[in-house]
């Protein structure tokens, strides 16, 4: 059972003063069968109250506001997280598509889960279906070779998306990162029906140099009928054990953004995000993403602004 140090800092800084901001926050590890929060420690700017509650998706939330002038809002999460779950999974591969429509036919949320967004080149979705052949195979084969379809013919390019990028758009880019094969292996399964839900978490070091070590990453669960919920990376080409710290579930990017939010003032922003990940052994991967964020407003304006954009998971 690993243990995992991890050390989130997202910092915004501001060219003059900022009031009224409100911000919401999903680094709040989810605590299940498969991993245990033995610390976590949370600090913001000026030591505002966080109000936590759960959302549709079980997932724990946290909100905050500083209403005062600021040039800065530091936002920083110190976790120690042991994972629980096996390193060997037992998938159950002989689970049938009529098993997977008893299963899901009378829950809601597995209902939602299952129906996919509207595109413009759902065309392109079916293409990839017909190459994957279902018909012939179990509902994990079927998950397990759509991942292995995106990780082969997609290449992850950082840099060329970002968290508005749509699904038509990687279609046509045939690349991205993270965040965009799980937002394409959601669109894929949900055509076929297979409820499938967005993860929102960390990949952490297993020597094995996997993509999107030592920062926020996104992957994809699937509904496995007689199995339940299986964790499953594009990104990386595997099945998930105890090397993926999950941070939230959702429908997509948009249920789980780590940190949003919005401030009053005319300022123009840049966004720092460091992730550092310690491993039991002391070793670490860290990364940071610098991003400037920058809005063109009369300085008389007061307008709340969107903190949100340039967290793209990797």
């Given at each position: ?111 939602e889960l299952s129906t ?121 080409n595997i099945w998930v054990?105890?090397?993926?710290i999950k941070l939230s ?66």
């Amino acid at each position: 059972m690993p243990i995992f140090k991890i050390h989130h800092v997202t910092r915004y800084e501001y060219d003059r003063p900022v009031k009224e901001s409100s911000n919401e926050i999903k680094i709040f590890p989810i605590i299940n069968h498969e991993q245990e929060v033995l610390q976590h420690d949370l600090v913001i700017t000026g030591n505002p109250e966080v109000y936590v509650f759960e959302d549709y998706w079980n997932n724990r939330i946290g909100l905050f506001n500083l209403l005062s002038p600021h040039k800065h809002l530091l936002i920083e999460s110190k976790l120690i997280v042991r994972t629980t779950q096996s390193a060997q999974l037992n998938i159950n591969f002989d689970g049938s598509w009529d098993q997977l429509k008893k299963e899901t036919a009378d829950v809601l949320q597995l209902l939602e889960l299952s129906t996919p967004s509207l595109i413009q080149s759902q065309i392109k979705i079916k293409e990839i279906i017909q190459k994957l052949a279902p018909e012939k195979k179990s509902v994990a084969q079927l998950v397990e070779d759509c991942n292995a379809y995106i990780f082969n013919e997609f290449k992850y390019i950082k840099g060329i998306t970002d968290i508005e990028t749509t699904v038509d758009e990687i279609l046509e880019h045939q690349s991205g990162v993270c965040q965009d094969f799980a937002h394409l292996m959601l669109q894929i399964l949900r055509t076929l029906h297979i409820p499938s839900r967005y993860v929102s978490g960390y990949i952490c070091p297993n020597k094995n140099g996997m993509r999107g070590e030592g920062a926020t990453h996104a992957w994809v669960e699937a509904y496995i009928p007689e199995y339940g919920w299986a964790g499953i990376d594009p990104t990386n080409n595997i099945w998930v054990t105890n090397t993926h710290i999950k941070l939230s579930v959702g429908k997509d990017f948009n249920d789980c953004t780590p940190i949003k939010g919005t401030f009053k003032g005319p300022a123009k922003q840049n966004l720092s995000v460091y992730v550092s990940i310690g491993y039991e052994d002391g070793q670490t991967f860290e990364e940071v993403n610098n991003v400037e964020l920058q809005t063109q407003l009369n300085q008389k304006e007061e307008i709340l602004i969107d903190e949100s954009f340039g967290q793209q998971q990797q």
